[in-house]
């Protein structure tokens, strides 16, 4: 079946630096793809998404590029700020129209230090 | 509204008793997804409907939960018999049956502690 696989955390920066976090995907068809974003004790929001191969989704400095010949959909922060500390989600949609659930990784907690 | 809201924010459940969740989705939104995230924050797919019918139910262990989302009224998740292994956050999700993303927009969870 269709799975996602993103890094193990924690990660751990300082603030100002460069963030990447791997994202592959395992899909029979051809999925929309998600990063969302929870901050402590809240539910979950979209940062940024891509339906299609070579989209890039960007929000809020962040971005991540549909690879369809990597399978992947990594995202990456040119400097990221405490205020970004939270656990990153990729997720995918695989079933064409709009009923289709989504298949989360397992999460990366990041923590930013000022 | 312009959100999705779930009550209550928490429940505690002594195991055994019967837990129900509820789900207000984004009006408009005819599609509601149910997902239970666990400890390590791993989520899990339960069900999903379109309006008030099943859509999809895969996820969900039939034995002891159910869900509905009836005209006019709240979607609910109905847990019988709760288990220490139920214990999770339960999140509602909704979309519009419009669009080509198919993100989905997702309330603040309901915390559910079996004890």
């Known amino acids: 079946g269709d799975s996602v696989t993103q890094m193990e955390g924690p990660v751990t920066l300082s603030e100002e630096a460069f963030l990447t976090i791997n994202c592959t995907y395992t899909?029979?068809?051809?999925?929309?793809l998600f990063w969302y974003v929870q901050y402590p004790g809240e539910g979950l929001q979209l940062l940024l998404k891509?339906?299609?191969?070579?989209d890039k989704g960007s929000n809020k400095g962040f971005e991540a590029t549909y690879r369809k010949e990597t399978t992947s959909f990594h995202l990456e922060k040119g400097s990221v700020q405490v205020s970004d500390s939270a656990v990153y989600f990729c997720?995918?949609?695989?079933?064409?129209?709009?009923?289709?659930?989504?298949?989360f990784g397992k999460g990366t907690k990041l923590s930013v230090k000022p | 509204g312009e959100e999705v809201a779930q009550t209550p924010k928490h429940l505690v459940r002594g195991e055994g008793q019967k837990a129900k969740l509820y789900c207000a989705p984004i009006?408009?939104?005819?599609?509601v997804f149910w997902y239970q995230q666990v400890l390590k924050n791993e989520f899990k797919f339960l069900i999903s409907?379109?309006?008030?019918?099943?859509?999809?139910e895969t996820g969900m262990p039939k034995e002891r939960f159910s869900a509905k989302c009836l005209p006019n009224s709240p979607c609910s998740l109905e847990i019988q018999a709760t288990k220490l292994e139920d214990s999770a956050v339960y999140f509602c999700?909704?979309?519009?049956?419009?669009?080509?993303?198919?993100?989905?927009?997702f309330g603040p969870g309901t915390r559910l502690t079996v004890t």
């Open positions: 999700a909704s979309r519009t049956s419009g669009g080509s993303s198919y993100e989905q927009y």
């Open positions: 009006k408009g939104h005819s599609y």
């Open positions: 891509a339906t299609k191969a070579d």
């Open positions: 899909a029979t068809g051809y999925p929309s």
């Open positions: 997720a995918l949609s695989e079933l064409g129209g709009s009923q289709g659930n989504l298949i």
């Open positions: 409907f379109q309006n008030e019918n099943v859509f999809d």
